[in-house]
């Protein structure tokens, strides 16, 4: 019964999180997703879009972790009051 808003950007970036959540997704996979063309270079765009995403759906119960230098991880938790 609870919703947020996220642009298409942010979407893009969380549809591959949310579909395997509990599961590492690698930066190489989300990177391309975040800034089309890019291979390497967008590593900090792609954490701020993180940073962005991960407020957004923290009232949703869902939490996103960094594994360091890999990827993320979406948790799918309790829902806040």
Sequence with gaps: DRWVAVTPLEQRVLAPLLARAGAMVARAE???????????????????????????????GLTIHTVRASGFLLEMGVLPD
Excluded at 43 to 52: F, K, M, P, Q, S
Aim: charged letters at 30%.
């Design 30 to 60: 989300l990177l391309p997703l975040a800034i089309p063309g890019a291979e390497t270079d967008g590593r900090r765009t792609l954490d701020r879009i993180v940073r962005r995403v991960r407020a957004r759906v923290a009232p949703l």
